[in-house]
């Protein structure tokens, strides 16, 4: 991101803001503080580490623990070893995956410009996931599959006092909703996602803050599936959810600036407009908020959704 720090930090001011880590899960909290750094900048690409002895001083950790957690972050595209020349740290925006994003997030504080952009990028993200997921789900769905979808969608209403564990209940929710699209890719991203409940637990808090209210969606998700129509449903749940984000990010003070431009919405969306229920958190992840006008019964008409949102 552009707002973060470029500054190529010298040898000596990279030890000095690398203090010794807690004994707990040691090789974890050594590639967690290095990974830090290298995600927010402050190691720009290209730049060599310290040597071994001069790292494993400066982070209060032996040489042992030290490979094991430059190792991992060797795997994940982060650093590079090379003989004769040191522990140099890679472009992780050619190298590292969609892990890195989370990651990121999690080395910045909230109150930094560009943690907002980086939820942005989040956002989209999961916005093109989730419409791909459920138009595919649409095409492949088995009877099977809904009914696995019902059954969480109904377990979510014990969740809702309890942001946590709504959220991994809707990862559950999610997962099924991948597995009936028939796509091992899409499963094996929701991967790094699923890790958000644990890994990001105050983003997931905020994120989840109207869980009540997203019981509604999950039955409107089903019925776009069961209804078998991909493409309205691609449509649908990407306008939808641009504008769930967008409330969202007015709600929490992260709005994009007034005067950017809002891109024109189709016709059919501008009709769904007045359908759809109070926006909420849980249909942000792979839910629409409507189905789209004139689609058969069986696709959750509009007043089954308005009964609903009540």
Do not use: C
């Not at 006008?293 to 069986?298: A, T, V």
């Amino acid at each position: 991101m552009k707002r973060l720090d470029t500054h190529t930090p010298t040898e000596a001011e990279t030890l000095a803001a690398l203090a010794p880590v807690a004994r707990s899960s040691v090789v974890d909290a050594v590639a967690e503080r290095l990974q830090g750094e290298i995600l927010a900048g402050r190691l720009a690409a290209g730049s060599r580490l310290p040597s071994e002895r001069e790292l494993s001083l400066a982070l209060g950790v032996n040489r042992l623990t030290l490979r094991a957690a430059l190792a991992r972050l060797e795997a994940l595209g982060l650093v590079s070893t090379r003989h004769g020349a040191g522990t140099m740290v890679s472009s992780w925006r050619e190298r590292a995956g969609l892990d890195a994003l989370a990651n990121l997030m999690g080395s910045l504080d909230p109150d930094e410009p560009a943690y907002r952009d980086l939820l942005v990028s989040l956002l989209e993200v999961r916005r093109v996931l989730a419409a791909e997921a459920v138009a595919l789900a649409a095409e492949r769905r088995t009877p099977e599959d809904l009914e696995r979808m019902r059954t969480i969608a109904g377990e979510q209403r014990a969740r809702v006092h309890d942001a946590i564990s709504f959220a991994r209940g809707e990862i559950e929710f999610h997962r099924a909703l991948v597995r009936a699209s028939r796509n091992l890719g899409l499963e094996l991203i929701l991967n790094t996602f699923a890790r958000f409940p644990d890994e990001q637990p105050r983003l997931v808090a905020a994120l989840y803050d109207r869980r009540e209210e997203s019981l509604a969606f999950y039955g409107v998700v089903i019925a776009l599936v069961e209804g078998g129509d991909a493409e309205a449903t691609r449509r649908a749940v990407r306008e939808g959810l641009d504008d769930i984000d967008r409330d969202w990010l007015a709600r929490h003070g992260a709005a994009e600036d007034e005067g950017a431009e809002r891109p024109p919405r189709s016709s059919a969306s501008r009709r769904a407009g007045a359908e759809r229920p109070p926006r909420s958190s849980a249909s942000r992840s792979a839910a629409a908020e409507r189905p789209p006008r004139g689609s058969p019964p069986r696709r959750a008409p509009r007043a089954d959704v308005k009964r609903r949102s009540r």
